[in-house]
């Protein structure tokens, strides 16, 4: 394999929600329990590694839902997201343990959810199921699915990163 084409194997892991929706027909008919979990993913860490490596225990794949640029800056507000979208979604698709990335824009992975209507669904470590959107919740658990939460690392997250960041010396 070539040098270019190794670098473009996590982009090639980035698809619209029409092929996701295409792959995971294939993998339903191959008899794969498909996983979903989803996330900003700004400034990629070791909580977001743990969280989709454990994801990806809770089944055969893993899709990662990506907020994009926009709900980002809503979510999170303003300076965020400090990665784009089409970079973060090539850093989450190289993990080994991601089989598919799909960026979407809303506030919410509702539209993501209907169209991939995945067995699992594993929310971050630093959710209760209790705290998660519950409109989601419901969705999923109307069809038989489930609601998992992904492994928790205390003391790790994005936002913490940037504040860091912001807090040291011009250098």
């Known amino acids: 394999m070539s040098r270019e084409a190794k670098f473009r194997c996590a982009a090639s892991k980035v698809g619209s929600l029409e092929e996701m929706k295409r792959r995971a027909e294939e993998w339903r008919r191959a008899g794969k329990t498909i996983v979903y979990?989803?996330?900003?993913?700004?400034?990629?860490?070791?909580?977001?590694?743990?969280t989709l490596e454990s994801a990806k225990g809770e089944g055969d794949v893993l899709v990662a839902g990506v907020n994009g640029d926009e709900s980002t800056r809503r979510l999170k507000g303003e300076g965020r997201p400090?990665?784009?979208?089409?970079?973060?979604a090539e850093l989450v698709a190289a993990l080994e343990c991601v089989d598919l990335v799909v960026v979407f824009q809303e506030l919410t992975s509702m539209r993501v959810l209907e169209a991939l209507r995945p067995e699992v669904w594993v929310k971050g470590g630093d959710y209760g199921l209790e705290s998660v959107n519950q409109e989601e919740r419901a969705y999923v658990e109307s069809y038989g699915g489930r609601v998992a939460l992904g492994e928790r690392v205390a003391g790790v997250s994005a936002s913490e990163i940037v504040a860091r960041v912001k807090g040291l010396p011009e250098g």
């Open 37 to 50: 979990t989803n996330g900003c993913f700004d400034l990629l860490h070791l909580g977001h590694v743990r």
């Open 82 to 88: 400090v990665v784009g979208e089409r970079e973060r």
